[in-house]
């Protein structure tokens, strides 16, 4: 089949669309092409008439391993309205026909654009591996935030769209797992949206909540109501005060008819009989049973794990352009004078040992954080990395006494323990030592400009100091 089509711009081959140059796939039903033969196409046009269909394919291309597949500019073509969050958030727009090609050239140069200018080391982890997939699709998107969606395929009746693509519908929660990892990580900040309730032996979320007799653990109990008869102060189930003929209560025990609640019998509470095993009680349990394992649960053993909408940091946002470094980063080992985050715990454990055994003794924990390091990073080359945190370390040194420790933390982060100075002598410190660098750093590299931000303290004597540290962290990211 070859056409032209009316604006003489787009022409049509087998599938295959051409239009200023690029070319487009158009993808209307399962075939035996395999996705990886779309690598060569500039964009893919989804017929979206069948929604499974559509879901299908977007998954595929987005959960792909290839880069060249997984940032791929997907449109949809014939769509119907549809609440799939995969089909509204994976995609990069519609047409209504093939004459609106030349409309989506734009954004197909903008995502190439992007798509440049993107990290590609090998990454350490499988946890940075899926997470910087995620931060490179949001990169060349434009987006933000990751905000969980209501979606019927996932096993915990939720999606983030972006980061659940990469993992199976029934292993949803690693996707909740890998973003609590990325908030430790300092990637992403938390705001609670809601929460939800999973399965403790599979974390699934399709769970049937039931009433049950604490007795025998059956379902099948029947309530009814508890009556007291105020004048003989007998009280019973409602069944023992009904007869067969009227609705007319009366007492088994004084058997006098009972007249208007509230003022000679009231109805005290509810009480449960279990049709199974015949016991009576007034309080049952609540057992919720998983579908998707079968394990019957006590409500109270359900995991429960918050879905909140992640906004990144600005690590976050560096990190797809810069790279993710993690906690566990090892850089320490290899710059002169520094200690690698282990020993420093340990060093800060015994410090704080030291100067709660004296209350005049006080040290401090500084926390620089360089925030926009990663645009320098890019401009001096990865490989000149360690050799400029030596010089940063330098400085730190020559301001500092022999005693101090210096860890890095990562290569956007140096914290210092300063022993035995008064807090304000330390602010001082950090004050200078910040000027130095950024002095450095403006006559080295072409004036850039690098901002940091730092926080000086007392060393806790009552927090532990993993925490302390953790805290201040957090408190530096989140500022920016
Ligand atoms: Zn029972
Ligand atoms: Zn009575
Ligand atoms: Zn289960």
Known sequence: MEKTLANNKVEFNDNVLTCFGKTFYYFESFSSLKIDDLEKYDAIIIDARDIEFTRIIIKKFRSHSNIEVYLKPLFLINNKATEDPYIKELTD??????????????????????????????????????????????FTRDLNTLKPMIDINSSIGYCYPVLSVNFDAFEEVKAIELLEWAEKENLIWPDFYDRVYLCSNCKGGHLS?????????????????????????????????????????????????LRHIGVDYDKPSIINHCQNCNDVFQDYLVKAKCVQCKTDTDVQFLVSKNLNIYKLTKKGRNSAVGGIYTSDYALNNEVVGTLDIKTFLTMMHYEQERIKSNALLNSNLVVFYFENIFDLYRIVSKSKEKSLLAEFVDIIRDNITPADFICINNPSIISVCINDANLEDAKIMVLKISNMIQELVMNNFNRFDLEISSNVESLSKTIAFDKQMQTTIKELVEKT
């Open 93 to 138: 727009g519609m047409i209504m026909s093939f004459d609106q090609i030349p409309e989506t050239i734009n954004d197909i140069n903008q995502i190439n654009m992007k798509v440049t200018r993107l990290e590609s080391s090998a990454s350490s982890s499988f946890e940075v591996q899926v997470f910087k997939k995620a931060l490179n699709y949001m």
């Open 209 to 257: 909540f039931r009433e049950i007799c604490p007795n025998c653990d059956s379902a099948n109990i029947k309530s009814e109501d508890l009556v007291h008869h105020f004048p003989c102060g007998y009280i019973g189930a409602i069944s023992d005060f009904k007869n067969k003929v009227d609705t007319v209560l009366t007492c088994p025990k004084c058997s006098k008819n």
